[in-house]
């Protein structure tokens, strides 16, 4: 399975439109537009999750979980991550991110905390989740990598000095 974007490259830094708006942070919270080829054919559903394993709270953070992205949907557009917009998948769930919102949150590392590693993945799963309404990003991260049949990542990095 190969991830791509047209916002966001490997190793390389994010631009201030995937910086958070708030906690001190002033970007445009704009979720990247991401395209995926190459998943099993029995995939059942996709999911996209954004982790920050930098984040200095002893477990990372989690800045995006989409989950029950319809099998026949390859494709994210940039901003899919604001539920306000309407621009996820119909049938999708957005999962309440480390912010304490569902949706994307963007990346916000401590002012002098170095660089930050964000990963954007996306997975093939084998069925679509079964998820209590108010579902933790932990069980949320278990399930997806309980259900996984291939993922691909683009690291991403930011840092606020």
């Given amino acids: 399975m190969t991830l791509t974007s047209m916002d966001i490259v490997q190793g390389e830094m994010m631009k201030r439109a995937q910086e958070f708006q708030g906690f001190g942070c002033g970007g445009d919270n704009v979720s990247?537009?991401?395209?995926?080829?190459?998943?099993?054919?029995?995939?059942?559903?996709f999911a996209v999750l954004a982790y920050d394993p930098d984040?200095?709270?002893?477990s990372g953070w989690w800045h995006w979980q989409l989950v029950n992205i319809?099998?026949?949907?390859?494709?994210?557009?940039?901003?899919?991550?604001?539920p306000g917009k309407s621009r996820s998948p119909e049938g999708s769930i957005s999962i309440r991110n480390d912010y304490g919102v569902a949706g994307f949150g963007g990346a916000c590392p401590p002012k002098g905390h170095g660089t930050h590693r964000y990963q954007f993945t996306v997975f093939a799963l084998s069925s679509k989740l079964e998820l209590p309404k108010d579902a933790s990003?932990?069980?949320?991260?278990?399930?997806?990598r309980a259900n996984t049949l291939a993922s691909s990542t683009i690291e991403a990095l930011y840092r606020r000095d």
Avoid at 32 to 45: C, D, I
Avoid at 55 to 58: E, F, I, Q, V
Avoid at 137 to 144: D, E, H, I, N, R
């Fill in 32 to 45: 990247p537009q991401l395209s995926w080829t190459g998943a099993p054919k029995e995939t059942a559903a």
């Fill in 55 to 58: 984040a200095p709270t002893g």
């Fill in 70 to 82: 319809p099998k026949n949907v390859n494709s994210l557009a940039a901003g899919a991550g604001d």
């Fill in 137 to 144: 990003a932990a069980l949320t991260g278990y399930m997806v």
